[in-house]
Nanobody
Framework: QVQLVESGGGLVQPGGSLRLSCAASGSIFRFYFMGWYRQAPGKQRELVAAVTGDGGTNYADSVKGRFSISRNNAYNTVYLQMNSLKPEDTAVYYC??????????????WGQGTQVTVSS
């Protein structure tokens, strides 16, 4: 059974940084698409950042220049470095992955979510 396990969420002051990690377990195949989505209370889930099978990256306009996504293909792991955090970044962040090589997301597999709260 494939599981995506997130870590690294928490409470941070505005302007601070956090690094989220997502590791896949139970997987015997490579995830081509890996990304992060987030959902704030009362809002729809939205794409934050993703990396596709060809190595391309995609970011939401609201996080460009502040967030950076990276991956370790050998271990089916993806990271999200979040800098200059703002209160509006507060949300539950979900890891997402797909084993389809042409996938642009969202993929079939989801993590359980990790809370990120930006507040003074």
């Amino acid at each position: 059974q494939v599981q995506l396990v997130e870590s690294g969420g928490g409470l941070v002051q505005p302007g601070g940084s956090l690094r989220l990690s997502c590791a896949a377990s139970g997987s015997i195949f490579r995830f081509y698409f890996m990304g992060w989505y987030r959902q704030a209370p009362g809002k729809q889930r939205e794409l934050v950042a993703a990396v596709t099978g060809d190595g391309g990256t995609n970011y939401a306009d609201s996080v460009k220049g502040r967030f950076s996504i990276s991956r370790n293909n050998a271990y089916n792991t993806v990271y999200l470095q979040m800098n200059s955090l703002k209160p509006e970044d507060t949300a539950v962040y979900y890891c997402n992955a797909d084993s389809v090589s042409t996938s642009l997301g969202p993929g079939y597999y989801w993590g359980q979510g990790t809370q990120v709260t930006v507040s003074s």
